[in-house]
């Protein structure tokens, strides 16, 4: 046997595992396969097995690593060489193993089929176009609607799609159900009608199937639920003619929606009950977690709490595989805000429960907590954070932590067993947990012993969101704007709700304590130590420090204040050994670097003038320091380069300069440095989260907008969580654009209070840095402050 026969003989072991659902031969034997072709100089074969092993890993829900099978494939096309297949394949092929059948997305999307002989797939010239429609359909199970549409456009773009009507229908069918997801349904509707128009006079009639669920999905969408129910049955009888459960069962969920959505309860229940009935058979677990939801809803109105609360939790469990598969963070947020509706309806029926005495708050409160952060926690790195941070800590003064990177493949010296790392114990802290409806708002007190109790709140996430952005403009936290220029190149116009005569701030600060805090307050400590506030939706953008009692305290002053994005994720972080001690600390202090230029993206011309107030505040730091160890860098010096290579031996890191925060890609928001002829001065989130190896006990983002960026059921994304998720224990970051002098006040000031306090602590630091600034009467005013929040550990 040559060869070519070899890789012929496996890829037809591989086709026989498939059917079987033995998931890991396939993948071994297409693994094996590669590594044969490689030699063949055969490009497009070995582009074709890429293709293959994608479609294997995509099916049993390797959903990244099938968009690396597919990327590798078109780039073998392109470049004609498979040179790094062996390293890719030894990457793609470490998966469990097992018989495995993992979710695929809602609707039945379009895919091009493999074909039957690997001569066959090696001669298509529309080879390059199947590859794009898979890499768009992958996105699109992430769910990562953006690239998916993307990858749908490149393949539109070939000049074979001219002849291949059918590859082409399936494109623009897939990129009408993304069109739909965006709230855009005549696009969407025009693309699928074309698709339709194309699957007629070319393609088989049962093809239509798939477009057609699309259609009403649309037609549910506007609310034209005859039609929507037409639609959808037509679909269905396709779908039996070509005999496809799986495409059936995902049918019969949409069909079931359309029911709940008219409250005809039996019927939805009922069809719910068939589509689940398929997806068991099928283990379609996307609409097996679709389906329970819908019987939990069901359940629900029909006053049978027990039984939804099954059901519900059913639903979840199979949504936290799904996300478990994902690896990238946009992909595991998106997909976590996309089942939003699953956790919001179990914690309601707990809320009726705790309302009427079946039962406390404390399930309520778990899954409150169960639905927050959890991607956060994954992308930290869990225990292996932990035993990596502990060894780092072991090491002998003055090593390069550049060496002892983490997925370098090697420990740090020293490093320990996981299970002999020391874990610090610490006292537990007072937590106020905040969760959103669309209904009510749930607000949970924990004690430091446990004690857990919980209050609702009858206003829902929009008189929320039309409450903060209320409060936000009578504090007038725009006004100072530390010399950032912003101007919107799409101006947006005003918002009626806001449109309001001017109102005295104090009375909203005091209404908002009076129904979130007060009914929980006697029940917090208030022997200084921290309280630790888990914001929900609009809630983040509350500067909650700035909340007034009754009697006009303020509620920073009655308790230090940390914010985290779950209790999980702030466990994880505090029980971290510290990088250094506080008098063994290198601070690296950061100010007024010569600002870059930021080029105009997604509507915003920013312009970044000079900051003489972070430039003597950077000095006045470093005149405090004095002798302790610390490394200052002003103008010209304060390059992207020397900060990145500085912090990795700086376990103190102090920015003072711009920030902006970019809501519609959050991981694109920055702070500017000084740019050079390789770099251009703006470090991104997307650039700190990738590091994933910053040794630092404190960031201090002192500019505009650093804690910002786009609100998600995960937290704030944005600069802090790209901080937290490369290594550092605790981001000192803003809520808004702030004032270039009371920031340098402020900032002199909490690090005069760290490190004079007898037990070093930052949330007490921040809280009397805060109390400092008020004395002057020119920064009296909230806005001037209160905008700077510490998200992270105390300690």
Sequence with gaps: MNSYEEIVSLANQAGIAMVRQDYQAAIAAYASALKIAKNLRRSRLVAVLFYRLGDTLQVKGEIQDAVIAYETALRTLEEGTGSDADSIVDRLSQVGKGFYNNPQPVPDLYRPKVAETLKADEDDPTLAIKLWLNIGNTYLQQPQEGPALNAYEQALKYPEMAANPLLKAYAIANMGEIHRRQGKVDIAETELTEAIQLLDRHGD?????????FLAGIARDRLQFDEAITLYQQALSLYQKANNALGMGRTYAGLARVYLEQKRYP??????????????????GETLWLSYWGLGCCQHIAGEFKEAIVSFEK??????ERQGALRTDEGKVTFLDSVKDVYDRLLTVHL?????????????????????????????????????????TKLAPGIDVRQSARGSGSNPPDLEAEENQPIRELLPLARLIFYVLLDRTAVFAVTPNGEVYGHVVQVGCHEIEARVALLRRALKVDEATRGLEVRLMVPVPDDPALDVAPINYEILLQKLYAELI???????PTNGTPLVIEPHEALWLVPFAALQLADGTWMGDRWPLLYAASAQTLDEIRREPCYATLDQSKILVVGNPVMPKVTTQQGYEITLNPLPGSEQEARSIGEFLGVREHKLLIGAEATEASVKTLALNHNILHLATHGFAY??????????????????????????????????DLVVLSACQTGLGRISGDGMLGLSRAFLIAGARTILVSQWSVSDEATAHLMVAFYKHYFSLETPNKAVALQKAMQSLRLHPEYSHPRYWVPFVLVGAEI
Excluded at 267 to 284: W, Y
Excluded at 667 to 693: D, I, K, M, Y
Aim: hydrophobic residues 45%.
């Design 352 to 392: 009726e429960l705790a309302k009427t005495g079946g039962e406390n708050y404390q399930a309520a409160l778990e899954v409150a907590e169960n639905a927050r952060g959890r991607s956060l926690l994954d992308l930290m790195g869990g225990n292996e954070r932990r035993s990596w941070l502990t060894g780092l």
């Design 518 to 524: 007060a009914p929980v307050a006697d029940k917090l």
């Design 663 to 696: 809501t519609e890609d959050p991981l694109a928001s920055f702070v500017a440095l000084s740019p050079t002829q390789t770099e251009n001065g703006l470090l991104t989130a997307r650039e700190v989260a990738s590091n994933a190896l910053l040794p630092a």
């Design 205 to 213: 009639a049962l093809e239509k199937r798939r477009a057609l669920a």
């Design 267 to 284: 019927d939805a229940q009922q069809t719910f009950q068939q589509a689940l009935q398929l997806a068991q058979a099928q283990n379609d």
């Design 315 to 320: 639903s979840l469990y199979l949504i936290h």
